[in-house]
């Protein structure tokens, strides 16, 4: 099975952690965040990935290789401008096969894939969001969902709940979701494929109370390092 691990993102908020480095090789634990990603994808089985570069690439390619020594096998795609989260997918349209997995690079997660993509399946899904609590909801998109765990309403930040749910950065989505992916870049999973996906398939949410933090702000960086030192 494939995986896409978004790392192409400046990082500014985290500045000057990114000051020489990439976002996603911010060090969690002695190993770069990027590195968490791949070793949990390897662990379950996800060996092809796929990752789009724009900000000093060379610190990433030159880490990770081709991915041998991770047993993994990777693929990297160089976007001369940033193509946003969703854009990125252009990169990769003609080697993707049914099912595959999305990532945030500034997500850290500790998440049984296994599980998800059995929950997808059994949904007989087209794009499965892991979702949780919202942590900080204030500047987060949020959402609702009905019965059958379906999302029925996309709430985007700036908005006056103060809970509730929402999206964590990780996806599964399916091949023929792409037919639905415009042209235009950049173009962003949350404030724009997303709501645009709503009105063309079902959209369905995998809860999980399993470990995802974003770390794209010192202090959410800061809470990610304190809770793993505990």
């Avoid at 976002?23 to 092809?48: A, D, F, S, T």
């Avoid at 041998?68 to 693929?75: E, P």
């Avoid at 009905?146 to 509730?164: C, E, F, L, M, V």
């Amino acid at each position: 099975m494939q995986a896409i691990i978004l790392a192409a993102g400046k990082g500014t908020r985290l500045y000057p952690l990114t000051k020489k480095i990439p976002k996603v090789m911010i060090n969690i634990q002695g190993k770069p965040l990027l590195e968490h990603h791949i070793l949990l994808l390897h662990k379950y089985g996800i060996n092809e990935i796929l990752i789009n570069l724009f900000t000093l690439p060379a610190k990433i390619q030159n880490y990770f290789g081709e991915g041998r020594k991770f047993g993994v096998r990777i693929k990297y795609a160089n976007e001369p401008k940033l193509l946003g989260s969703a854009g990125a997918l252009h990169n990769f349209k003609d080697v993707l096969r049914g099912d595959f997995f999305v990532l945030y690079g500034d997500v850290y997660m500790q998440v049984n894939l296994l599980k998800m993509l059995d929950y997808h399946k059994r949904k007989k899904s087209l794009y499965t969001l892991a979702v949780h609590e919202a942590k900080h909801p204030k500047d987060s998109d949020l959402l609702d969902i009905d019965h059958n765990q379906k999302i029925t309403k996309w709430i985007k930040a700036p908005h006056s709940r103060r809970s509730g749910i929402n999206s964590s950065g990780l996806y599964i989505i399916n091949k023929r979701v792409l037919k639905y992916l415009p042209k235009k870049v950049p173009f962003d999973f949350a404030h724009d494929f997303i709501p645009l996906l709503l009105k063309k398939i079902p959209l369905y949410a995998y809860h999980t109370s399993e470990l995802m933090m974003d770390i794209g702000t010192q202090e959410r960086y800061n809470n990610l390092i304190n809770l793993l030192t505990r």
